[in-house]
């Protein structure tokens, strides 16, 4: 039985033979599986793993061949993404629910949250057409909840995941999301040298439950770096020291803001570090760069290093979720360079 009907009726036969429950999943009522979060990657049979892009959680549902999108939160983001509403309404089929990640790759075919963030705020119908050529956007679909008239979230995920395969096409806006069995420490180790955002391990026997569930783990891949403290913000709210630390490191001879990072401190660190900051007091930032104006601001002379995690950088070359992990007095301010990542 070739075609998209032959499929269609394969597809329906199986879920037959799996039991799935004969009532219709409609976007709009779905609740979302959400992963509880963990520190550090393990590896189990029971287990698969799947990589966690930098996105925006998207419900994709096809009702009689509408197309409909909804973000986590219930918004309707059908117009924001025309190009995947277009794929998913060319779909085969009287109906179909995916759960998915939206994401914008840049010309390394890495998710760039900062593309998509772009493509969230357009409004005007022209600016995202144009949008859809300049910054298009990748729906990898991870789940299929519902096909026609078959709930299909109690059945295992082994068995949603190898039926919704069978249902996208090999290319284009809509793609399936492969994962690796048991070998999660594996698959961790290529996602943190790839500098990808990390895995979501989910248990391969698991229904889809609609609430956070410990069947479904995240854990990231979070990057470190080295930087010079130019300066800090002033606390509020009855925080003691200081607010964030401003940084920055040399490109060539150059100092070049790279952001602030304002969490990863206790109390003691934060009165201490704040009498040492003032020693160095100067009048204005020694950096260039995106360096933040207005009141609020104190400088200093580029004399201390700190060691910093976080997420990825912005096109700005801002960092994104820094946290502060310690000072490194093993360490001179000139070796903290910029690098490309």
Not at 81 to 95: D, K, S, T, V
Not at 113 to 133: N, P
Not at 307 to 324: A, N, Q
Request: charged fraction near 30%; hydrophobic fraction near 40%.
């Amino acid at each position: 039985m070739n075609g998209p009907e032959g499929v269609a009726r394969e597809i329906r036969a199986e879920l037959e033979a799996l039991e799935a429950p004969r009532r219709a999943v409609r976007t709009s009522e779905v609740s979302l599986t959400l992963a509880e979060i963990r520190d550090r990657p393990w590896s189990g049979k029971d287990w698969v793993f799947e990589l966690k892009y930098d996105g925006y959680r998207v419900l994709a549902g096809l009702e009689r061949g509408a197309a409909r999108l909804v973000y986590r939160r219930g918004n309707d983001a059908t117009a924001v993404f025309p190009e995947i509403a277009r794929a998913l309404g060319a779909l085969p089929f009287e109906a179909v629910v995916l759960d998915g990640e939206a994401v914008c790759l840049d010309e390394a075919s890495r998710p760039s949250f900062q593309r998509l963030q772009k493509r969230a705020l357009l409004q005007r119908r022209a600016d995202v057409e144009h949008a859809v050529l300049a910054l298009p956007a990748t729906y990898y679909a991870f789940d299929l909840l519902g096909f026609e008239d078959f709930d299909l979230r109690p059945l295992p995920l082994l068995e949603r995941k190898r039926l919704l395969q069978r249902l996208l096409p090999s290319a284009g806006p809509l793609r399936y999301l492969d994962h690796v069995a048991e070998e999660g420490e594996a698959f961790y180790a290529a996602v943190q040298k790839l500098k990808l955002e990390g895995l979501v391990a989910k248990k391969a026997a698991s229904p889809y439950p609609g609430r956070r569930s410990a069947d479904w783990i995240k854990v990231r891949v979070d990057r470190a770096d080295d930087f010079v403290v130019v300066g800090y913000t002033l606390p509020e709210g009855g925080r003691s020291g200081f607010g964030a630390l401003h940084l920055a490191q040399y490109d060539g001879d150059a100092l070049v803001y790279a952001g602030r990072a304002g969490s990863g401190f206790d109390e003691a660190q934060l009165r201490a570090l704040r009498a040492r900051l003032d020693e160095g007091r100067v009048p204005a930032a020694v950096c260039g760069g995106l360096v933040p104006k207005g009141a609020g601001h104190a400088w200093v002379e580029p004399r201390l290093v700190a060691e910093v995690r976080f997420k990825e950088r912005t096109g700005e070359g801002l960092l994104r979720h820094p946290v502060f992990l310690r000072l490194r007095t093993d360490k001179a301010p000139e070796e903290c360079i910029f690098r490309e990542h």
